[in-house]
């Protein structure tokens, strides 16, 4: 019995040992799956691709006309058996010439309304990128809330222990042992708690990749941490004036207005309709003869769409402006939270986690020699755990505003 226990063990051993070992995605992996399987970015795609489809229609010259007449059919002629002895066949046709360049501007407009559809759908991208940061940020900073919380509980279950003994030999009483271990349950709900914020932080970013694997399976590595080094202010901006696509789509939309308002001048014109006819009249074996329509631009010369796209074209220019001064606004407001992330993040790292774990240690060490009371001891286990959680708060909230700053640019600034 014994061998085979140890058989059993030793398989055991070796398929834990062959058995991969789970890798996380970086962020630059889920970046990329996220663009090869986000169902909204897929669509958004299908529609850039039916935009283009319009440039075919846009272009397509008017189709000639073609008539067949057949004239005097008598079914009540002398001869019945010759209903169509005096039928006169006609064959005409007409085309349509368009006048000013519509064809061409009618094109141009649609190829503008397709670069609007492209920098709407970028613009679309940037939006979801920054909740597939944020879904990233919130695994990360759940992962390390975790580890932090299993420290804790780690820490104070050698501290209890310790304390057991103490009660044993008779160093403390009953109760302020039964009071540590009631303690505990708030070490164990941190833990529990940031197990389902991990859960739920992986559920979020899974939907946003449309990915089916079970949670158990999926895990991301990343920097969780934060940079002193911050690019000016100016940089900013400038970099967000050239990369913003909503900004882009605003500036291509005054293009296609103009536009518009050039091809509605051009539809005030009239087009002319030439015409040709063959037929046969006896005596006269066959004749052509020839016509040109021209319309009477009197009452219509398409007044209306004219203002229309006047008051686009104003109307969008407009647009442009509101759209640089909502750059500036989303720029400065990251800029600002994340300077302000820093400076509390600085005295957090350097000074205050140190404090904190220096105060538990030498407080814990007095109450296990009798030199300081049990509130000491548990006021002091609290502070070091409040001090912890801030400090990882504040790095979320500077990732997150890191976040708000690449999205504000319109490109990744602040990896």
């Given at each position: 019995m014994l061998r085979h226990y140890w058989r059993a063990l030793a398989g055991f051993l070796l398929v834990v040992t062959a058995a991969p070992a789970q890798t996380g995605l970086t962020w630059e992996q889920v970046r990329e799956r996220f663009r090869a399987n986000n169902p909204n970015l897929a669509a958004g795609r299908v529609g850039v691709d039916q935009s283009k489809a319009q440039e075919i229609t846009a272009y397509l010259r008017p189709n000639p006309d073609a008539t067949l007449t057949l004239d005097q059919i008598d079914p009540f002629s002398i001869n019945p058996y010759r209903p169509l002895g005096n039928t006169l066949p006609l064959v005409s046709g007409s085309y349509l010439h368009e006048r000013e360049h519509k064809r061409e501007l009618r094109r141009d407009s649609a190829r503008g309304a397709t670069a609007i559809a492209s920098s709407q759908l970028e613009d679309q991208e940037r939006t979801l990128l920054f909740n597939l940061r944020s879904a990233f940020v919130s695994i990360l900073h759940?992962?390390?809330?975790?580890?932090?919380?299993?420290?804790?509980?780690?820490?104070?279950?050698?501290?209890?222990?310790?304390?057991?003994?103490?009660?044993?030999?008779?160093?403390?009483?009953?109760?302020?042992?039964?009071?540590?271990?009631?303690?505990?349950?708030?070490?164990?709900?941190?833990?529990?708690?940031?197990?389902?914020?991990?859960?739920?932080?992986?559920?979020?970013?899974?939907?946003?990749?449309?990915?089916?694997?079970?949670?158990?399976?999926?895990?991301?590595?990343?920097?969780?941490?934060?940079?002193?080094?911050?690019?000016?202010?100016?940089?900013?901006?400038?970099?967000?004036?050239?990369?913003?696509?909503d900004l882009k789509a605003a500036l291509q939309a005054v293009e296609k207005s103009k536009m518009d308002h050039r091809l509605a001048i051009a539809n005030g014109s009239a087009d002319p309709t030439f015409a040709?006819?063959?037929?046969?009249?006896?005596?006269?074996?066959?004749?052509?003869?020839?016509?040109?329509?021209?319309?009477?631009?009197?009452?219509?010369?398409?007044?209306?769409?004219?203002?229309?796209?006047?008051?686009?074209?104003?109307?969008?220019?407009?647009?442009?402006?509101?759209?640089?001064?909502?750059?500036?606004?989303?720029?400065?407001?990251?800029?600002?939270?994340?300077?302000?992330?820093?400076?509390?993040?600085?005295?957090?790292?350097?000074k205050y986690l140190v404090q904190a774990a220096k105060v538990r240690d030498t407080i814990a060490f007095s109450y296990q020699n009798g030199g300081a009371s049990l509130l000491d001891f548990l006021a002091a286990q609290n502070d070091y755990r409040s001090i912890q959680l801030s400090y990882l708060n504040l790095l979320g909230s500077y990732m997150t505003a890191a976040g708000q700053m690449n999205l504000a640019v319109g490109r990744e600034v602040i990896p």
């Open positions: 759940a992962k390390e809330i975790l580890r932090v919380a299993q420290d804790n509980l780690a820490y104070y279950d050698r501290v209890l222990e310790v304390n057991r003994t103490r009660q044993s030999a008779g160093d403390i009483s009953e109760v302020d042992l039964g009071r540590l271990e009631l303690q505990r349950v708030q070490y164990e709900s941190d833990v529990l708690n940031a197990e389902v914020s991990l859960r739920t932080a992986k559920i979020q970013l899974l939907a946003l990749l449309n990915d089916r694997t079970p949670l158990e399976q999926f895990d991301v590595n990343g920097k969780f941490d934060f940079s002193e080094q911050i690019t000016p202010l100016e940089e900013f901006r400038a970099a967000a004036l050239d990369a913003r696509p040709v006819d063959f037929g046969r009249n006896p005596p006269i074996p066959v004749y052509f003869g020839a016509s040109v329509t021209i319309p009477v631009k009197i009452f219509d010369r398409n007044q209306g769409e004219k203002l229309r796209t006047q008051l686009d074209l104003n109307r969008t220019q407009a647009l442009v402006q509101a759209g640089r001064a909502q750059v500036f606004s989303d720029v400065d407001s990251a800029y600002a939270t994340i300077a302000g992330n820093i400076a509390l993040l600085r005295p957090y790292r350097d």
